[in-house]
């Protein structure tokens, strides 16, 4: 294995990382609500009365937040390698897990294991195996 050190951002990452911890836990302490984004999605899709501004405040800031970023930078060139139906099967999949696991992996890993819910550290778990399995298979097993 190698590593690519000219785009290696250890220092970035780990501040992006304390920025996501410090807005979840200020979320989950000013509000009592977690930041997770199924959940603010899905409480979009069934919407109650006096529950919705906030929820689409959160999507349009999640929105608006690159969009602004990309006014005052460059962002880098986004490259996909697959096609349009093998992305939205990914999608789908991901749905599906995500309503079957109760959650996201946003939900899971960043609130779920910072409220020390045994339900996300086994959901956490579960999704890292199966991203670990995945890569193994995919980059030792059917790599050409």
């Known amino acids: 294995m190698t590593i690519d050190w000219q785009h290696f951002t250890p220092w970035a990452s780990l501040g992006g990382g304390v920025l996501i911890g410090l807005a979840a836990s200020l979320f989950v302490l000013l ?10 999605l899905g409480g979009l ?12 405040l959160f999507v349009a800031g999640i929105l ?6 990309g006014l005052v930078t460059t962002l880098p060139e986004s490259v996909i390698e697959a ?5 939205v099967i990914a ?14 992996t946003s939900g899971h890993g960043v609130c779920g ?9 086994v959901a956490t ?4 195996a199966a991203g670990f399995a995945t890569v193994y298979v ?3 097993l059917l790599a050409a």
């Open 83 to 87: 096609d349009y139906p093998l992305l």
């Open 31 to 40: 509000n009592g609500r977690i930041a997770g984004i199924s959940g603010v």
């Open 91 to 104: 999608g789908l999949l991901v749905g599906v897990g995500t309503r079957f696991g109760s959650g996201c």
């Open 113 to 121: 294991i910072s409220r020390l819910s045994p339900r996300s550290l």
């Open 125 to 128: 778990m579960t999704f890292m």
């Open 138 to 140: 995919t980059r030792h």
């Open 64 to 69: 608006l937040a690159p969009t602004l970023y």
């Open 45 to 56: 899709l069934q919407p109650r009365a006096g529950d919705i501004a906030w929820r689409v």
